[in-house]
Each structure stands twice: as C-alpha cells, then as structure tokens.
C-alpha cells in the first residue's frame, strides 16, 4: 500500500471514530505516516481544548485577521471575536458598573451570572448564552482544528518530504606536486535524477586554465566534465555514467594549445567515496 494521503493523515487525526481500517492498519506498519499523524494529533489536541482565555492579553485586531486569512475562514466569522468581547463588556460599563474590571455583576442575581467556562466575570444577562461567540461553541473549535490541522500538514509534508538534492558522493581535493590548491567536490542529484559535479577549490593556479575531470582508478579512462574559470564551478555528470568506474575527481591545468586531451598537468585530485 502506497502512503496515507493528506487528507486520509487528516480524516484520521480529527475524528477517532474514522472508519478507514487500512488506512489505520497502515499506520501501525509505517513509520513514516504515522510521524506524520502524530504530528497532526497533536494540533487537533492543542485547538480542540478551548484555551482558558482570562489569564491571556487580548491581542489586536490584526491578530484575528491574519488569523482569518491564513485559514481561508468564511465571512460570518469575520468579526475579530475578543473585539466583540470587550464592545460586550463596555456595554455593561455603562449600565454604571465602572470599566469592564467587575468581578461580579451590582445588578443581577447570582443565579443569572452565565457560567461560560472561566469567563464568568462581566455583567452577563439572561440570554447572553445563546448568543455566546461563536468562539465559544465547540463546533467553531473543530471546524478551525480542521482548518489549522490542513495548515499544519502542508508544513510537515513539506518539511519531511522535499525534492531536495540528494549529495549521491564526495571527495577532499588534495593539491599534487608544484601545487597547493586544495578544496572538496561532491556529486549531488536533482529531484529529476539528472547528476551533477559540484567544485571548490581554495585558489585558481592554472597557468593555462582549469579543466575537470572524471577519471578511473588506473588511469586509463577519463571524461572531461568542463572548463572551470573561477575556483567553483558545477558540471553536469554524463546521464548513465557510472561514477563508481570513475571516481577520481581530477582539476587540470591545460594549456592554450587546442588540444583536447588532458595536459597531464593535475593541480589536484581525490576520489569520491558516497
Ligand atoms: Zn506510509
């Protein structure tokens, strides 16, 4: 079986009574997938909790709109809703119950205080609660757990799995006799497959000028990867090379003359191991 999909990692991590039985047998035999899952477990476990709000700052409103925006949320959850919050509380200011710090409400009975969680505090009345903020009702946290939890997969899918250049070998380049040039080379391949040479060296001491080459173990075989006219340079590997029969990584000194073989002047050499 291929990986778990996105939105199979998703479906799974949201909803425990999901009923995908491959995909879940899936997750116990790969390790990979189920890094992925327990990544997005976690997010749904830190947005499904709504968060005990009285012992935070209130943020600004810009907060809530990056928010709304970096999740796509729809138009009738618009309303930065700790702004409604505090509009809700000077609105009981003014009822003569002094700026928003009361702890308890002068002119209503206990019994009609509204337990929301911890926010008891303000002068809540009766039918304050069917009009809670829509923050403040569950299906508001799950829809925004699934929206963080898409988020948050594209992120670790990202991260764990880039078509980045994989370094396939490498070598110290190590100056020969006259020389002291010295500097490393690796052969790294693209997302595509396609191989290339990458050179350094600390100083440019060609007479002439630099060539690089690929050559085998004893000498007899050798393929010129190019011309390098500073002291780096990236050459691309011939496709099907087979880099293990030529893997001396050779930098020369050529001389103007046109002749296209190697001058058999080295300025320094080493042998990629991967
Ligand atoms: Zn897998």
């Known amino acids: 079986m291929p990986h778990l999909d996105p939105e199979q ?98 002119d209503v009975p206990p019994s009609d205080v509204i337990p929301l ?3 008891t505090k303000g002068a809540k009345t009766k039918g304050t609660r069917a009009k809670a903020a829509w923050w403040q009702r569950p299906g508001t946290w799950l829809a925004a ?38 500097g490393s080379a690796k052969v ?18 060609a007479k002439g000028y630099q060539e690089v080459w690929l050559i085998a173990p004893d000498l007899s075989k050798l393929v010129s990867l190019g011309v390098m006219n500073s002291t780096s340079g990236t050459f691309q590997v011939p496709a099907g090379l087979d880099i293990s029969q030529y893997p001396l990584v050779d930098v020369s000194d050529e001389p103007m003359d046109g002749n296209p073989a190697h001058s058999t002047v080295s300025i320094a050499r080493g042998t990629l191991t991967s």
């Open 9 to 106: 990692l998703s479906l799974l991590a949201l909803y425990d009574d999901w009923e995908d039985p491959a995909a879940r047998e899936h997750l116990l035999a790969c390790p990979e997938c189920a890094a992925d899952y327990a990544a997005l477990r976690r997010t749904v476990e830190a947005v499904k909790t709504t968060p005990d709000t009285s012992r935070l700052s209130v943020p600004g409103p810009q907060v809530w709109e990056g928010i709304h925006r970096g999740l796509g949320l729809g138009e009738s959850v618009r309303e930065d809703p700790l702004a409604v919050e505090a509009s809700n509380e000077a609105a009981a200011g003014q009822d003569g119950a002094g700026p928003a710090t009361t702890d308890a409400p002068k």
């Open 117 to 119: 969680g911890s926010r």
């Open 145 to 182: 757990a699934a929206a963080a939890v898409l988020v948050v997969f594209g992120a670790v899918w990202a991260l764990s799995r880039p078509p980045q250049p994989r370094e396939l070998a490498a070598a110290q380049l190590a100056p020969l006799a006259q020389y002291s040039a010295a």
């Open 188 to 205: 790294v391949a693209a997302a595509d497959g396609s191989r290339s040479l990458e050179v350094s060296l600390d100083k440019d001491e």
